[in-house]
């Protein structure tokens, strides 16, 4: 069945670059999301890419995505305090689903000042 | 803005309680989702809806049931609650296949 996996924790010193990152089974996945959960809050999505794209840019976000591979990074740039947070990837499943996205288990992203 | 409310950021039940676990959409969504969240499992959906009164298991539906009687209502239900189903409870929905979805703040729920 479909799976993604995700390491649970991760660690770096204010102004480093943080580099998560997410494998996935499903070949026929169309979009795959990067969500950012705060203490205490719900998800919110942070950044999405189309499964025909290598690279999506968006200020301190930059997505890869190798599909031979099925491996899918975030890497956030000049990494900050504010930045610390559970972050998870999810994978939209293939034609004909309900708008059903798989997600990984999450990675705790912390920021040491 | 899309808006997802859930009836209670904190809720605090004793086993064997029938407990409602509330939550609205307003943006038109079709579909919507209930998830658990457990440390290390990441999220795991219990049930969605991608219609009123239509609904399908997730993964892990044993102990619950859903109802949706409205488009923007989607309620989560716990028959006879266990210790077990001490969590967190997101709520989601999206418009349609391969799209965003939109969570809620969540309810933490106890089972004491």
Redesign the interface.
């Given at each position: 069945g479909e799976d993604?996996e995700?390491s649970?924790f991760l660690s770096v010193r204010e102004g480093d670059s943080s580099v998560i990152n997410c494998t996935y089974t499903d070949s026929s996945s169309?979009?795959l999301?990067w969500?950012k959960q705060e203490p205490?809050?719900?998800?919110?999505?942070l950044t999405?890419i189309f499964s025909n794209m290598d690279m999506k840019q968006d200020q301190r976000l930059t997505v890869l995505l190798n599909k031979k591979d099925k491996h899918l990074s975030l890497r956030i740039a000049d990494t900050q305090t504010g930045d610390s947070a559970i972050y998870?990837c999810?994978e939209?499943l293939g034609?004909?689903?309900?708008?059903?996205?798989i997600?990984?288990?999450?990675t705790t992203l912390q920021v040491k000042p | 803005d899309v808006k997802v409310t859930q009836s209670s950021r904190y809720l605090v039940k004793r086993t064997g309680e029938k407990v409602f676990l509330e939550c609205v959409q307003d943006m038109d969504h079709e579909n919507m989702f209930w998830y658990r969240q457990d440390p290390g499992l990441g999220l795991r959906l219990i049930y969605f809806s991608y219609d009123v009164k239509m609904k399908e298991k997730g993964d892990i539906p044993e102990g619950y049931s859903v109802s949706r009687e409205k488009k923007e209502r989607f309620s989560l239900i716990l028959e006879s609650a266990s210790t077990n189903q001490t969590s967190m409870y997101l709520c989601a929905s999206n418009l349609g296949a391969r799209s965003e979805q939109y969570f809620g703040p969540g309810t933490r729920l106890t089972v004491t």
């Open positions: 993604v995700q649970l169309t979009y999301y969500y205490g809050a719900g998800l919110q999505l999405y998870f999810a939209s034609s004909g689903n309900t708008g059903k996205l997600f990984g288990q999450g | -």
